[in-house]
């Protein structure tokens, strides 16, 4: 493993640079106010709306995104994957010769829906958070940590800007570790899909649908199987297995070690093996392509099912009593 810390960055690699930070949702917020915060001159590319207003709002220069990265030596494209190719192809008349093009996600590059010019370096800075935290972590004096790859050297000094950019948003405060746009993309969509969100969630769902049609209340069920998840997941956050283990009891301890495996097992982990395999070989990448290309319909509807679901319902009403959940 190759890893940085704020010893390892040459701060004059974006000496008096102009970054512009194209859009300004969850990750893009959080970088252009880092950014400013460590006294770089930065410029938010949005077309007018909700987020020019807000860019507004917090003291940022806005202009249109083929206007903003005029003159940029540095310009992070940080809108959503989807639009990331048409956002580019929009600012590239635009961008000057030599100027170093920043990913948050390697998608793209990857999957080679960007094929950026040469004369461009082309570098990632992924922060392991979402936006509002890397914005939080920074506001506190800490960070968080982030994968830095390199697409195109094309200045010999792409992974020193690339360096300066993670520290400018606070990430060197956690370390930096060096991998590849193919590993970060690849093993991002992974953690995504089997474990983060689409094996969590489901496994939340499933937990609480036995719980249930055994006759169990549903607010009972909801607390044991979704709102009790984040005590667990804090734990580990904080000290992995080691720190759970410690903090729970024997009995729960007991039920981890001999049914954990029963729940999520062999046939399991050959499930992730074949999710890891179409996203190796690229076909969930092109059946999303698509799938955005054809106006998301499956999307959609499987969204409207998944926030139909009873849990809900039920969750909904539980945290009504505890107003304080949507305080940050």
Partial sequence: ????????????????????????????????????????????????????????KDGLAVATPAEAVKGATLVALLTPDTTQAENYREILPNLAKGATLLFAHGFNIHFKQIKPRKDLDVVLIAPKGPGG?????????????????????????????????????????????????????????????????????????????????????????????????????????????AKMHKYISHTAKWGDLTRGPRVVNKATKKEMKKILGEIQDGSFARVWIRENRTGRKKYDALMKKDLAHPIEKVGAQLRARMPWLNQG
């Fill in 1 to 56: 493993m190759r890893a940085y810390s704020k010893k390892d960055v040459d701060r004059k690699a974006l000496k008096g640079a102009k970054i512009t930070v194209v859009g300004y949702g969850s990750q893009g917020r959080a970088h252009a106010l880092n950014l400013k915060d460590s006294g770089y001159d930065v410029v938010v590319g949005v077309r007018k709306g909700d987020s020019w207003k807000q860019a507004k």
């Fill in 133 to 241: 935290l890397v914005r939080r972590q920074y506001q506190e004096g800490r960070g968080v940590p982030c994968l830095i790859a390199i697409a195109q050297d094309a200045s010999g000094k792409a992974k020193a800007k690339a360096l300066a950019y993670a520290d400018g948003i606070g990430g060197t405060r956690a370390g930096v570790i060096e991998t590849t746009f193919k590993e970060e993309t690849e093993t991002d969509l992974f953690g995504e899909q089997a474990v983060l969100c689409g094996g969590a969630t489901e496994l939340v769902l499933k937990g609480y649908e036995t719980l249930v049609e055994a006759g169990y209340q549903p607010e009972v069920a909801y607390y044991e199987c979704l709102h009790e998840l984040k005590l667990i997941v804090d734990l580990l956050h904080e000290g992995g297995l």
